[in-house]
């Protein structure tokens, strides 16, 4: 089973600023598996990037995804309060698909 | 627009069976293109994902929760359900269904609200 260890575990920025969370499998990921998932309090996740680099419909431009083999980032070029919340990666491998375990993105 | 709902019971007692059911709207279940999926969040922690069901019944589930998860289609309701038998307290958790791409690149691109499901006597 491929294991993601994301980084930092809470990351503290002030709006305006920019934010790169890490996801580090433990073995090579295919791209085209590996997605990033936006989730509020309360809320149910978002899809924000798939296969690695790809923004969803509707996600504005200042988030982008980059990387590949074992690590993989997501990085919001200038923060917005609306940005401020809980990030998962996940990926597929061998029939079976994990989640990373967060990164909370918290207001400075 | 595609939108996705559970439900079913806000509380299972210890060893029995959970059961939630997805009903599914603006898409249809019986579509090719995708798996129809569960997902669980226990309060506070990450996601966890249990199992899906293509619209010919094809199942694929986690291996660690394969000896007590059932999920079945049915596609004249446009809806899909979830059974976990032999319940404990380690399976209290927000259940979330999610639409799943079946083809790459791979990824959950509609889910439900959730449901918590407590498991307490």
């Known amino acids: 089973e491929i294991v993601l260890t994301q980084s930092p575990g809470t990351l503290s920025l002030s709006p305006g600023e920019r934010a790169t969370l890490s996801c580090r499998a433990s ?16 809320q149910a996740p978002r899809l924000l990037i798939y296969g690695a680099s790809n923004r969803a419909t509707g996600i504005p431009d200042r988030f982008s995804g980059s990387g590949s083999g074992t690590d993989f980032t997501l990085t919001i070029s200038r923060l917005e309060p609306e940005d401020f919340a809980v990030y998962y990666c996940q990926q597929y491998d061998s029939s079976l698909y994990t989640f990373g375990q967060g990164t909370k993105l918290e207001i400075k | 627009q ?58 694929n589930y986690n291996p660690s929760l394969k000896s007590r998860v059932t999920i079945s289609v049915d596609t004249s309701k446009n809806q899909f359900s979830l059974k976990l038998s032999s319940v404990t307290a380690a399976d209290t958790a927000v259940y979330y269904c999610a639409r799943l791409r079946a ?19």
């Open chain 1, 27 to 42: 073995q090579s990921v295919s791209s085209s598996y590996l997605a990033w998932y936006q989730q509020k309090p309360g």
């Open chain 2, 103 to 121: 083809a790459r690149p791979l990824y959950f691109d509609y889910w439900g609200q959730g449901t918590l499901v407590p498991v307490s006597s």
């Open chain 2, 2 to 59: 595609v939108q996705l709902q559970e439900s079913g019971p806000g509380l299972v007692k210890p060893s029995e069976t959970l059961s939630l059911t997805c009903t599914v709207s603006g898409g249809a279940v019986s579509s090719g293109l995708y798996y129809w999926s569960w997902i669980r969040q226990p309060p506070g922690k990450g996601l966890d994902w249990i199992g899906y069901i293509y619209y010919n019944g094809n199942t």
